[in-house]
């Protein structure tokens, strides 16, 4: 006999199944019977190995082992429990709020991912010595290179770590001892590479400017202009503390034409927004992750011609973020560290749909997104806090209605399905953000606009 047991829709599983018969079609049975036509809404609890192996076979969106350990552990199911404990360990991962809830996520990373980049994350095990991995990184590379437009000339160093780790290795390799690095700071993220700057021991000058508008460029050229012994300048293009775009080829120019290098934090904007190589860009950061729809886990630093030769020039102050080292990679395909292959996978596959659609497309799939938002922000009268023609085409930063606190907004919207980001810094009791990178659907953005107005009618009365 089969056992079945009906879970509300919201939850990520519909159909429980206890199954006496260790066999995938009982479960395809079990499905018709109970009219649920997708197995990845299943789950299946197992007295046995065999039990756990049918479940597999089938495609069971959970396999939840009860009984022998030792037996099961072989097996591999998802989770091991007690009999005892079942119904509350159920809960806590499949259950209405449980942690595998599918949530829409508009915070500005980490992304939604498709299917496909997790299913690579999950493939086969496979040594970073072997030429299973150098095809996996030659790949990347060929793609990040079409992407962005350039040739072999621009070395990249993959990375396993975040978008930070990338940044820092790129400011230690972009300083002459001696030398200052020029940052811009109008926002948290200029303050973070300020502060990489501080404990690598690089002297750094901030130019500061407002955290809701983009930096002004002529504060810049002052700061170039009284710093003789500039060496670098620091920019964040999307400052996603706010959601504004600095002006970046402006910028870059201004360090070209005063012969400093630059160090461009493209965490939250290469993919999507317009990025021009070809004058003053010497070192670009970015993540597998946010505009992209891979990963998390690696990021990744594009090196201009001058930027290599730079590297040369100065001694490495770190073993595990030696941009030197890294680079040496883009010809041997031999990484001086495990590397996180199943982010770098994910990417792999990220890549060929923003190669598919190209950036240009991309920026328009996420214009449509930001004016559902907009409309919607609109419709309730919510404020922004950048000028339209400063913001991105990913995030918006939103100014908290009167007596509604952010915990509060966060809480009923999570309960909702959906997950909106805190402010940062000055701003983190002013301000909610919501993002829209990643694989969102409008759809999602629709469905947002109706909890937030229900969520801010509930908070309000």
């Known amino acids: 006999m089969t056992a079945t047991v009906d ?18 079609y009982a479960i395809f049975d079990a499905m018709r019977a109970a ?53 509350g360990l159920l809960a806590s991962r499949w259950g ?53 437009g350039l040739d072999e000339r621009w070395p990249i160093a993959l990375l ?27 926002g948290v993220y200029g303050e973070r590479l300020t502060e990489s700057a501080r404990r690598a021991g690089i002297e750094a000058v901030a130019v500061e400017g407002s955290w809701m508008e983009p930096i002004d460029p002529d504060l810049v050229a002052a700061a170039l202009a009284a710093e003789p ?16 775009l600095n002006p970046l080829a402006e910028l870059t120019a201004l360090a070209e034409t005063n012969d400093v290098r630059t160090v461009v934090d493209a965490i939250s904007s290469f993919g999507v927004e317009e990025i021009t190589f070809d004058r003053g860009i010497d070192f670009l950061t970015c993540t597998s992750n946010k505009c992209l729809h891979g990963l998390p886990g690696a990021s990744f630093v594009f090196v201009s011609p001058a930027g290599s030769r730079r590297v040369h020039d100065v001694e490495p102050t770190s073993v595990a973020l030696d941009l030197g080292g890294y680079l040496e990679t883009d010809t041997t395909a031999v990484p001086p560290f495990t590397p996180a292959i199943p982010a770098l996978a994910s990417l792999d596959v990220a890549l060929d749909r923003v190669l598919a659609e190209g950036i240009d497309g991309r920026r328009r799939r996420y214009a449509h997104r930001c004016a559902v938002i907009d409309a919607a922000l609109d419709q309730l009268g919510l404020e922004q806090l950048v000028r339209m023609d400063a913001r991105s085409h990913s995030i918006r930063s939103v100014k908290l209605p009167h007596a509604v606190s952010f915990a509060a907004l966060h809480d009923v919207l999570r309960s909702s399905g959906f997950i909106v980001y805190a402010g940062q810094g000055t ?32 908070l309000r009365r």
């Open 7 to 24: 879970a509300p829709a919201a939850e990520p599983i519909e159909l429980w199944l206890e199954l006496d018969e260790a066999h995938p």
């Open 35 to 87: 009219d649920v036509a997708d197995v990845r809404r299943v789950g299946v609890v197992c007295p046995t190995a065999a039990h756990v192996h049918a479940a597999r076979a089938a495609g069971a969106g959970a396999v939840v082992g009860v009984g022998d350990a030792d037996e099961l552990y072989a097996a591999a199911p998802d989770l091991l429990a007690d009999r005892e404990e079942l119904d």
């Open 96 to 148: 209405p709020d449980g942690s595998q809830r599918r949530r829409v996520l508009l915070n500005p990373g980490p992304a939604l991912t498709s299917e496909a980049v997790k299913r690579a994350a999950a493939g086969v095990d496979i040594c970073h010595r072997e030429r299973e991995y150098v095809d996996l990184d030659r790949r990347i590379r060929s793609k990040l290179r079409r992407l962005a």
């Open 160 to 186: 396993s770590g975040t978008g930070t780790a990338a940044n820092e290795a790129a400011l230690r390799a972009a300083v002459r001892p001696g030398r200052v690095l020029i940052v811009v700071v109008n």
């Open 229 to 244: 012994r500039a060496d670098a300048l620091a920019v964040v293009h999307h400052e996603t503390t706010t959601g504004l």
């Open 427 to 458: 701003l983190a009791s002013e301000i909610f953000r919501v993002a829209c990178m990643g694989e969102l659907e409008l759809v999602d953005l629709e469905r947002f606009a109706v909890a937030l107005e229900r969520a801010l009618a509930e």
